[in-house]
C-alpha cells in the first residue's frame, strides 16, 4: 500500500495571460496583462502500482508567482502571488527502472489582490483558477 504514494513537485515556465474584467466591470475587457509562474506541491495516490502505466489522483498546495503586469483600459496594474489549493489526475508510463514520463490536468484554485487606477484608486479579490495540462519526466527513488 505505502509505494501507491508519492510526493510530486512540478513549476511551469512563465506565461503571459490577460486579466479579463468580470462581474459590474465585465464590460471593460481586458484590465491588463500578468506573467505568472505557477507552482505545486502534491500528494499523489497511484492505481495499478507494479503496472507499466499507473494512474494518479492528487491533493496539494500550490503558488502563483507574479513576475510582471502590463497595463490594459487600467494603469499602475498590480496582481499579487498568492497560495492556493490544486487537484490533479494523470497518467505515468514506466521507461525505465526508475523513470517515467506522465501527462496531467490540474486545476488550480487560487484567490489574490489586484490593485489599479481608473481615475481613483481600485483594489479587488480576484479568482485564478486555471486548468493546466502537462507532460515530462518523473523520476523515483
Known amino acids: 500500500m505505502r509505494d501507491s504514494f508519492a510526493v510530486a513537485a512540478s513549476a511551469m515556465l512563465p506565461v503571459t495571460t490577460p486579466n479579463i474584467a468580470s462581474g459590474t466591470i465585465h464590460g471593460l475587457g481586458n484590465l491588463g496583462n500578468k506573467t505568472v509562474g505557477l507552482n505545486s506541491l502534491t500528494g499523489q495516490y497511484h492505481f495499478g502500482v507494479g503496472d507499466i502505466n499507473t494512474t494518479y489522483l492528487s491533493v496539494g498546495l500550490s503558488y502563483m508567482h507574479v513576475i510582471g503586469t502590463e497595463d490594459g483600459v ?65 523520476i523515483s527513488f
Open 74 to 138: 487600467v494603469t499602475d496594474l498590480e496582481d499579487n502571488s498568492a497560495f492556493g489549493t490544486v487537484l490533479q489526475v494523470g497518467i505515468d508510463i514506466a521507461v525505465a527502472e526508475h523513470v517515467s514520463v506522465f501527462a496531467d490536468l490540474k486545476q488550480y484554485f487560487i484567490s489574490t489582490m489586484k490593485s489599479s487606477t481608473m481615475g481613483v484608486p481600485i483594489t479587488a479579490n480576484a479568482r485564478v483558477d486555471p486548468i493546466v495540462v502537462s507532460t515530462g519526466i518523473g
